[in-house]
């Protein structure tokens, strides 16, 4: 190693090292050429298998099983430390390090996969910061899979790189792109407004399921279908024939299989919040929990609630999930 130091009160050095190689992109070979996986590829990884890793996590700690293996809740002063909270902060730490050191090649892709860390950690408990309380494994906690089959489905197809606008500003082809958006972004209202988030949301990025979306007919409970199908019998009960029960127990069941059915006490705990919230237990009897069972829960769960004629039902909501 020489090192020299520069004259006329400049501060300088030369340092001879060896050159360091930093790879551009991480190649995995396939066939005759290599197969370059980008940011957004490492993203949308980190996103699944995140939140694939999560659900076995947490349904073993559910299940009692997970304490053999050394997993369990964490804590932290008495305080049960939801694992959105790390989501949480490993995305304001990789974005504080994107925006601050400008990584490139395969720093970028690893800050990609950690990033993706991060968001698969924060939107697995979506319906924990959407409604504002634990409902991990009540029906609401539903909605924490909804939300994350919309994020991978839209990095997904962000994979191959999407220019939303072309041209240059100005000129035929961009006025054309900026029609297309507006549409589609017409169409993604449609959708929202006949009770279709999902679609509204990835319709975003794919049209055509945007185009899908407003074509068919609106939920019975939207907007649309409340003000555009008054009056008109035959599109109310084909709607609600469309959107009926059994659309809602196929999609439940496919829910649950990825991600796991509602638990016994995750619906107690969920009951007992609203009762509590009465001044009197009484203002809420059994009777009406009952009610709110048939409303609320799913075939699978109802058929089995047989632990609801345990007159102690709100000792059996404390503990964990």
Same mark, same amino acid.
């Given at each position: 190693?020489?090192?020299?130091?520069?004259?006329?009160g400049?501060?300088?050095?030369l340092?001879?090292?060896?050159p360091?190689?930093?790879?551009?992109?991480v190649?995995?070979?396939?066939?005759?050429?290599?197969?370059s996986?980008?940011p957004?590829?490492?993203l949308?990884?980190?996103i699944?298998i995140?939140?694939?890793?999560?659900?076995?996590v947490?349904?073993l700690?559910?299940?009692?099983s997970?304490?053999?293996?050394?997993?369990?809740?964490?804590? =932290?002063?008495?305080?049960?430390?939801?694992?959105?909270?790390?989501?949480?902060?490993?995305? =304001?730490?990789t974005?504080?390090t994107?925006?601050?050191?400008?990584?490139?090649?395969?720093a970028?892709?690893?800050?990609?996969?950690?990033?993706?860390?991060?968001?698969?950690?924060t939107?697995?408990?979506f319906a924990?910061?959407?409604?504002?309380?634990?409902?991990?494994?009540?029906? /609401?906690?539903?909605?924490?899979?909804?939300?994350?089959?919309?994020?991978?489905? =839209?990095?997904?197809?962000?994979?191959?790189?999407?220019s939303?606008?072309?041209?240059r500003?100005?000129?035929?082809?961009?006025?054309?792109?900026?029609?297309?958006?507006v549409? *589609?972004?017409?169409?993604?209202?449609?959708c929202?407004?006949?009770?279709?988030?999902?679609?509204?949301? =990835?319709?975003?990025?794919i049209?055509v399921?945007?185009?899908?979306?407003?074509?068919?007919?609106?939920k019975?409970?939207?907007?649309?279908?409340?003000h555009r199908?008054?009056?008109?019998?035959r599109?109310?009960?084909?709607?609600?024939?469309?959107?009926?029960?059994?659309?809602?127990?196929?999609?439940?069941?496919?829910?649950?299989?990825?991600a796991?059915?509602?638990?016994?006490?995750?619906?107690?705990? /969920?009951?007992?919040r609203i009762?509590a919230?009465?001044?009197?237990?009484d203002?809420?009897?059994?009777?009406?929990?009952?009610?709110?069972?048939?409303?609320?829960?799913?075939?699978?769960?109802?058929?089995?609630?047989?632990?609801?004629? *345990?007159? *102690?039902?709100?000792s059996r909501?404390?503990?964990?999930?």
């Open positions: 190693m020489r090192v020299e130091a520069a004259s006329a400049h501060w300088a050095s340092v001879d090292l060896p360091v190689h930093v790879p551009s992109r190649k995995i070979p396939v066939g005759r050429g290599d197969l996986l980008g957004t590829m490492w949308f990884l980190g699944l995140t939140f694939l890793v999560v659900r076995v947490t349904r700690i559910r299940s009692g997970g304490g053999g293996v050394g997993l369990g809740n964490v804590r =932290i002063a008495g305080n049960h430390v939801h694992h959105q909270v790390f989501g949480i902060l490993i995305i =304001i730490g974005g504080i994107l925006v601050s050191a400008t990584p490139r090649g395969a970028l892709d690893a800050a990609a996969a950690v990033f993706g860390v991060g968001v698969g950690l939107v697995d408990e924990l910061w959407l409604h504002l309380e634990d409902v991990y494994w009540a029906e /609401q906690g539903r909605k924490s899979v909804d939300a994350i089959f919309c994020v991978l489905v =839209i990095t997904g197809a962000l994979i191959g790189g999407t939303f606008v072309t041209g500003m100005g000129t035929a082809a961009w006025w054309s792109s900026v029609a297309v958006i549409v *589609n972004l017409l169409l993604c209202v449609i929202l407004l006949k009770g279709k988030v999902m679609t509204g949301v =990835i319709g975003v990025f049209s399921v945007a185009i899908v979306g407003a074509v068919r007919l609106a019975p409970e939207s907007w649309w279908a409340q199908y008054a009056g008109k019998a599109l109310a009960e084909r709607a609600a024939n469309r959107y009926d029960q059994r659309h809602r127990d196929r999609w439940n069941r496919l829910r649950d299989f990825v796991g059915a509602p638990s016994e006490k995750g619906v107690l705990r /969920q009951m007992s009762a919230s009465r001044d009197r237990e203002l809420f009897p059994r009777e009406g929990l009952m009610d709110l069972c048939d409303a609320n829960l799913s075939a699978e769960i109802k058929a089995s609630r047989s632990w609801m004629d *345990n007159s *102690n039902w709100r909501c404390s503990g964990d999930r």
